[in-house]
């Protein structure tokens, strides 16, 4: 596996861009300079992240989500906790 998260990654497995190798080995994000983890869906090449809104559901049991546009930086998580002890 590479040491970059993928471009665009969705946590919904009905999704094109899901990805469970990905997510099961932890994707950390920051937006706008700060860690988010309510996030759903991102793109960095396009610049969004779809992220949850609260608690509320749609008709169907999914999130409320809304999508906002900034700067993406997603990591792995594993990474950037080995990272921090050398």
Wanted: hydrophobic content about 30%; charged content about 35%; proline content about 6%.
């Amino acid at each position: 596996m590479s040491e970059t998260p993928p471009d665009r990654l969705s946590t919904d497995p009905r999704s094109e861009y899901y990805d469970a190798d990905a997510l099961a080995r932890g994707v950390g994000i920051r937006f706008k300079g700060a860690e988010k983890t309510n996030i759903e869906e991102y793109s960095v090449s396009e610049g969004w992240v779809r992220m949850a809104v609260g608690k509320s559901r749609d008709r169907h049991g999914n999130a409320m989500t809304m999508k906002l546009s900034g700067p993406v930086e997603p990591y792995y998580r594993d990474d950037a906790e080995a990272s921090k002890f050398e």
